[in-house]
């Protein structure tokens, strides 16, 4: 009876340790999904931007040069308005750099792909293991490392953009929380 007692409280614990395994990596996919959507966004932003941006600066001098061939008021203002959407699309194309946060979005994204599959592929393997104490120690590292790899993805993706909105003096780093218990 104490056998079986001792074998159901191993099921479990390997059941429970499981368990959190696989909502790390339901985290792991939910936070691929969320940055593969922001990325399709950036991209958007930057391919619109860039388009309405490239036929604007064309099409801004054009007007202006009619403009002084042929004056009249309504061209005039047509002229002002149009120079002032070109410089005002310019502005926002450098100040929200849409095509780099495209970049580092979509290969934040990728990141998180991979790290889910692997993790999922780790995972069957440790299921595939016969002995309850292996299993769980494997998944409880494996949960452990996912956890740490998801972080660091994360951080990086995180002073990635911190650096795009800053100067490059001006740079905050984040720091892991276990290296600064160390440093500290």
Do not use: C
């Amino acid at each position: 009876m104490n056998t079986q007692e001792d074998n159901s409280k191993k099921d479990s614990r390997v059941e429970e340790i499981v368990g959190i395994l696989d909502q790390t990596i339901g985290r792991i996919a939910d936070e691929a999904r969320s940055y593969g959507m922001r990325a399709a966004s950036e991209r958007r932003y930057h391919t619109g931007f860039g388009a309405a941006l490239a036929v604007l600066s064309v099409a801004a001098p054009t007007l202006v040069t009619y403009q002084t061939q042929n004056p009249g008021a309504l061209f005039q203002i047509i002229a002002i308005v149009l120079t002032a959407i070109v410089g005002a699309a310019g502005s926002l194309q450098a100040t929200f750099r849409w095509g780099d946060r495209f970049r580092r979005t979509s290969l934040t994204a990728l990141a998180l792909d991979e790290l889910e599959s692997t993790t999922r592929l780790e995972r069957l393997d440790i299921l595939h293991t016969r002995d309850d104490m292996t299993v769980y120690r494997r998944a409880f590292d494996l949960n452990e490392s996912a956890q740490r790899k998801l972080q660091r993805i994360i951080r990086r993706h995180i002073e990635g953009e911190v650096a795009i909105v800053t100067q490059e003096g001006d740079k905050p780093k984040l720091q892991d929380p276990k290296k600064k218990q160390e440093e500290g």
